[in-house]
């Protein structure tokens, strides 16, 4: 057995008995004549408020910060994960005022039917059906299936653009004397889904009132100022992934991504 050393007899209560008590505290004051009682250094005090000063001036940057990261993640929430579009990349946004559409500034979308308007309402929808990548595909929530004879890319359709063609058949419905009748039940889903596109896409713009000397009253004002995703983007989104092939809804091609 090895001997026993002076370190080796040093005990934890050893140890903790150079931790000074409060006793220890006071007789060791006493003996140098030092007052505990006497404040300490003004050197002390001024750390001491330094130091809560630094904590104010970082509560105050992060509170900044917050207020101005804000937006960003409010953007950013528009497009959740669950949520994922091809077209998110096209998007951003204007600032348009709307049209009251009455019939003193009707737009070029109004008017009496004629081969030149259903033309116009035919175009705001010409891209409906598009394609896009495997890679693209992947990403999409509720699969699709792939093109038949180029099955590297597969079929997708905006749903603005559908919205669109269901309010064509709707203003076509208005006048059964020009255009022929459609289904009742083909009317009653167009309308439907556009109430859910109003309710999804939740427009919270302000209209305002103003008075109107002249009729004596308050009256709405439809012409307010919006902010709106860009169609012009979005269009051009359509004509550049417009599908290239026919597509055969009887032949089911081969999806790997099924596999």
């Given at each position: 057995m090895p001997a026993t050393t002076k370190k080796d007899e040093y005990s934890e209560e050893e140890h903790l008995s150079l931790l000074p008590d409060e006793s220890t505290a006071s007789s060791d004051y006493e003996?140098?004549?030092?007052?505990?009682?006497?404040?300490?250094?003004?050197?002390?005090?001024l750390l001491k408020a330094a130091a809560i000063l630094g904590v104010f001036i970082f509560a105050s940057v992060v509170l900044i910060l917050s207020v101005h990261v804000k937006p960003q993640t409010c953007a950013f929430q528009q497009f959740p994960e669950g949520a994922y579009s091809p077209a998110h990349g096209s998007v951003s946004y204007v600032t348009k005022r709307f049209n009251g559409s009455f019939p003193m500034t009707l737009t070029e979308y109004q008017g009496e039917p004629s081969p030149e308007l259903d033309e116009k309402w035919e175009q705001l929808y010409a891209y409906a059906i598009s394609q896009i990548p495997r890679e693209e595909a992947?990403?999409?929530?509720?699969?699709?299936?792939?093109?038949?004879?180029?099955?590297s890319n597969y079929i997708v359709g905006l749903e603005v653009f559908h919205q669109l063609h269901c309010l064509d058949s709707i203003r076509k419905s208005l006048r059964p004397d020009y255009y022929p009748s459609m289904?009742?039940?083909?009317?009653?889903?167009?309308?439907?889904?556009?109430?859910?596109?109003?309710?999804?896409?939740?427009?919270?713009?302000?209209?305002?009132?103003?008075?109107?000397?002249?009729?004596?009253?308050?009256?709405?004002?439809?012409?307010?100022?919006?902010?709106?995703?860009?169609w012009d983007q979005i269009l051009e989104w359509g004509k550049e992934h417009q599908i290239q092939t026919h597509f055969d809804i009887k032949t089911k091609a081969v999806d790997i991504l099924a596999e």
């Open positions: 003996k140098q004549g030092i007052n505990k009682n006497i404040p300490r250094p003004a050197g002390h005090i992947m990403k999409l929530t509720d699969k699709t299936v792939p093109i038949p004879g180029d099955e289904p009742n039940f083909h009317t009653s889903h167009c309308v439907d889904i556009i109430r859910q596109a109003l309710m999804c896409t939740v427009d919270i713009s302000p209209i305002v009132w103003e008075w109107r000397e002249k009729e004596q009253v308050s009256d709405g004002r439809l012409d307010a100022m919006h902010t709106c995703r860009n």
